[in-house]
């Protein structure tokens, strides 16, 4: 065991403690070393699979050690805890200079939560077809004539209070034909947005009625 090989595991060790210590209770980092097969279990940070120190390799260990072109990382594999629950796992080998598997790093999410929540979100946003409705806007309508209101005085370069009297009457006719004008309280809110009395939006609906 050369001193370098030990060098590598001791900086890797680092790296398992402050990784398992970002996402505790979720995510178990084990830290192998390849070098002793049968007590291979280095480290372990969040054991959720419930392995010590000094416990031997898994199957994904000795298939490193057995094959020198074993992938350095295997990412994202799924795998299973003793008690059932699912993980998402990763596997990252550390090579000496000889290019020889020393030890491995290995992460196990506990995707369990997750999945459930998934679940729960996909029954929540689930809609139901019920046929043939009408369409439904909800938002506010001081929100749609503001929206309105802006988008066309935009167009003209200049703000909604700042409409000539003719544009401003052209708005009105616009927001009336499209049901904006319908809604409770819409009059008071568009004078607001124009800064004009309700009188002078009555006086514009009037004028665009006359023949």
């Given at each position: 065991?050369s001193?370098?090989?030990?060098?590598?595991?001791?900086?890797?060790e680092?790296?398992?403690g402050?990784?398992g210590?970002m996402?505790?209770g979720?995510?178990?980092?084990?830290?192998?070393?390849?070098?002793?097969?049968?007590?291979?279990?280095?480290a372990?940070?969040?054991?959720?699979s419930?392995?010590?120190p000094g416990d031997?390799?898994?199957?994904l260990?000795?298939?490193r050690l057995?094959?020198?072109?074993?992938p350095d990382?295997?990412?994202?594999?799924?795998?299973?805890?003793?008690?059932?629950?699912?993980?998402?796992s990763?596997?990252?080998?550390?090579?000496?200079a000889?290019?020889a598997?020393v030890g491995?790093?290995?992460?196990?999410?506990?995707?369990?939560?997750l999945?459930?929540?998934?679940?729960?979100?996909?029954?929540l946003?689930?809609t139901?077809d019920?046929?043939?409705?009408?369409?439904?806007?909800l938002r506010?309508?001081?929100?749609?004539?503001?929206e309105?209101?802006?988008?066309y005085a935009?167009?003209?370069g200049?703000?909604?209070r700042?409409l000539?009297?003719?544009?401003?009457?052209?708005?009105?006719r616009?927001l009336?034909?499209q049901g904006h004008?319908?809604v409770?309280?819409?009059?008071?809110v568009?004078?607001?947005?124009l800064?004009?009395?309700?009188?002078?939006i009555?006086?514009?609906?009037r004028?665009q009625?006359?023949?």
């Amino acid at each position: 065991m050369s001193d370098e090989d030990e060098l590598l595991l001791r900086e890797a060790e680092k790296i398992a403690g402050a990784v398992g210590k970002m996402f505790p209770g979720l995510c178990e980092v084990v830290l192998h070393d390849l070098r002793d097969p049968d007590h291979a279990v280095r480290a372990v940070e969040n054991p959720l699979s419930g392995r010590r120190p000094g416990d031997p390799a898994t199957e994904l260990g000795l298939a490193r050690l057995a094959d020198p072109d074993f992938p350095d990382v295997v990412q994202n594999y799924p795998g299973r805890l003793p008690d059932g629950r699912a993980v998402k796992s990763t596997s990252i080998g550390i090579r000496n200079a000889d290019g020889a598997y020393v030890g491995a790093l290995c992460l196990n999410l506990d995707v369990s939560l997750l999945t459930e929540l998934a679940a729960v979100a996909t029954r929540l946003t689930r809609t139901d077809d019920p046929g043939p409705t009408p369409p439904e806007t909800l938002r506010p309508p001081a929100s749609a004539l503001h929206e309105a209101a802006r988008e066309y005085a935009a167009l003209r370069g200049c703000t909604p209070r700042e409409l000539p009297t003719r544009d401003r009457t052209d708005l009105v006719r616009a927001l009336r034909a499209q049901g904006h004008l319908d809604v409770k309280h819409a009059t008071r809110v568009l004078a607001g947005v124009l800064g004009v009395s309700r009188a002078t939006i009555y006086n514009d609906l009037r004028t665009q009625d006359a023949p």
